[in-house]
Antibody
Framework: QVQLQQWGAGLLKPSETLSLTCAVHGGTFSGSYWSWIRQSPGKGLEWIGEINQSGSTNYNPSLKSRVTLSIDTSKDQFSLKMTSVSAADTAVYYC?????????????WGKGTTVTVSS | DIQMTQSPSSLSASVGDRVTITCRASQTISNYLNWYQQKPGKAPELLIYAADSLQSGVPSRFSGSGSGTDFVLIISSLQPEDFATYYCQQGSNTPRTFGQGTKVEIK
């Protein structure tokens, strides 16, 4: 059973770069997409983007200019970088394993990382 | 982007009640519709995928149906552990989009 362990800096200043990593335990990268989703305080879920084993990416157009997803298959890890953060980026960030053949459902989630942007 | 609209935004129900949550897509998405449950302070958990397929380990009191633009999540007999927020998500196009959520509260 795949488990996801995520980590990264939780407190950032405006204009800094958010960097989070998610490690995959108990599974492989093949056949899946690896996603990032965020949830602002008291709000719903916002999809950030997804990456597959080959490094093919899809991004949310609303964030695309600031977001880069990457994958390191040798370490079974994938990562999120978001530049020029502001208070609007304060949220809980989740990584997720996503079925990548047809229905693109997120069937395994990390526990979430709380990121706060404040001067 | 495909907009996903859930109704109601919140509801109050009692243990044992039958609960129905609807999700409407702004354009047809066939059956590329998934449902999640989220409890406070926890990550969402997958309940239903492909509109009507029950994720392994999810109780059979949860069911989903629909196709095209209109979808339904039903909890046949609400249990204490089901009080949570429920989200639909479309997997038809990018960006993947979620409904705004339906909070199920204790009556």
């Amino acid at each position: 059973q795949v488990q996801l362990q995520q980590w990264g800096a939780g407190l950032l200043k405006p204009s800094e770069t958010l960097s989070l990593t998610c490690a995959v335990h108990g599974g492989t990268f093949s056949g899946s997409y690896w996603s990032w989703i965020r949830q602002s305080p008291g709000k719903g879920l916002e999809w950030i983007g997804e990456i597959n084993q080959s490094g093919s990416t899809n991004y949310n157009p609303s964030l695309k200019s600031r977001v880069t997803l990457s994958i390191d298959t040798s370490k079974d890890q994938f990562s999120l970088k978001m530049t020029s953060v502001s208070a609007a980026d304060t949220a809980v960030y989740y990584c997720a394993s996503t079925e990548g053949n047809y229905y693109y459902y997120m069937h395994v989630w990390g526990k979430g990382t709380t990121v706060t942007v404040s001067s | 982007d495909i907009q996903m609209t859930q109704s109601p935004s919140s509801l109050s129900a009692s243990v044992g009640d039958r609960v129905t949550i609807t999700c409407r897509a702004s354009q047809t998405i066939s059956n590329y519709l998934n449902w999640y449950q989220q409890k406070p302070g926890k990550a969402p958990e997958l309940l239903i995928y492909a509109a009507d397929s029950l994720q392994s380990g999810v109780p059979s009191r949860f069911s989903g149906s629909g196709s095209g633009t209109d979808f339904v999540l039903i909890i046949s007999s609400l249990q204490p552990e089901d009080f949570a927020t429920y989200y639909c998500q479309q997997g038809s196009n990018t960006p993947r989009t979620f409904g705004q959520g339906t909070k199920v509260e204790i009556k």
